[in-house]
């Protein structure tokens, strides 16, 4: 019999599914209908929208897609600009890049890790006196734990700039009783293999706006219009989801609410046996939101520990887990050396003090409770805790 110890190796996040995809996909082959449209993404807008309370929205081949095409529908073009929250993965912004549009990086604040609207004021305010207002901020809720969305939109509705919701990572979540994503003129969700649900790959892009999504729609299946042969008056993309993923969607989604409560007990269980350890604190929770807990996410102090991020990325990797810093901030990517940025205070820089610090652990749903045992005695065995009282190895109780 194989033992969880040495053998298996445990992962950050991996695909978890129901059992119910395979029933999806087989009335798509009985059917025939093995192309990017068809009853499947139909039925998986239907019941996605449903589900977080929107009105609108398109599934296509990735979240990336549907962060371009809410760019694109908001007429964003070459010189423009774009707000982005700095502390994210990289396809938050890469499609500000396709359209030649040039990014701006806004900074974390420390109570939710997302962007600090401290310092969006800051560069709203720059940018208004040199009459040259964003045409558009994207917003990410990290690790699932959502923005501070209320201060986030007054400053843009004050300022008159659409906001795009990257909820790519907290689908399931919410903030003040209401889904994430759904806070913006667009949002947009990501069913990346490592997400909380997946499609193997998709996207969708949601909205109130009809007609917005109708556009995406027709942007997405290569802007062909009504006519019996093929026309074209506009540039259109390959972006749409397949009827087949569309099925693994479907199924997935019967999960979600019950992946969300496993995740946040995974939390729960580190942050429970962990954060008693001197130098380690838990990604925080904002007062009236609701964390999907996608990754569970903690800090370690260097100085206290005796180790650092990527020390602890090693000790973790010798036993086969996997465990990765968290973002390294866009405005510290090579890619974007030259773009602006604005930290949360003149000096202090709060992501980049994440980056620092930060470290997700692994936190998939198909990973059983002795597992997640193994990750926590091996972190507490790896520190240098100069504490006698300190005892590293805990039991399930
Ligand atoms: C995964 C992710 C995306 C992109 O989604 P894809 O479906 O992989 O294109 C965008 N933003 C964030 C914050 C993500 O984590």
Known sequence: MQTHTDKKRIYLAS????????????????????????????????ELTAYVGASEGVALSSGTAAIHLALSLLGVKKGDTVFCSTFTFVASANPILYQGADPVFIDSEPDTWNMSPQ??????????????????????????QSAKMDEILNLCNEYCVPVIEDAAESLGSTYKGKASGTFGKFGIYSFNGNKIITTSGGGMLISN?????????????????????????EMGYNYRMSNILAGVGRGQLEVLQQRVFEKRDIFDFYEEELSEV???????ELEETFSNRWLSVMTIDEKITGLSVNGLVIALAE???????????????????????FPHEKGHS????????????????????????????????????????????SEIR
């Open 15 to 46: 695909p978890h599914m129901s059992g119910n995809e395979q029933k999806y996909i087989e009335q798509a082959f009985h059917t025939n209908w093995i192309a990017p449209l068809g009853p499947n993404v139909d039925a998986f807008e239907t």
């Open 119 to 144: 310092a969006l004021e800051k560069a709203l305010k720059v940018a208004k006196l040199k009459r040259k207002l964003p045409k558009a901020v994207i917003v990410v809720n990290l690790y699932g």
């Open 209 to 233: 706006e009809k007609e917005a999504i109708k556009k995406a729609r027709f942007l997405s299946t290569q802007a062909r219009d009504e006519a019996v042969h093929y026309q074209h008056s």
């Open 278 to 284: 001197p130098g380690i604190s838990f990604m925080p």
């Open 319 to 341: 036993k086969n887990i996997e465990a990765r810093p968290v973002w390294k901030p866009l405005h510290l990517q090579p890619l974007f050396k030259d773009v602006a940025y």
């Open 350 to 393: 709060v992501s980049e003090k994440l980056f620092k610090t930060g470290i997700c652990l692994p936190s998939g749903t198909n990973m059983t409770k002795k597992e997640q045992l193994h990750v926590i005695n091996t972190i507490k065995s790896a520190l240098i805790i100069n504490d006698p009282s300190f005892s590293p190895a």
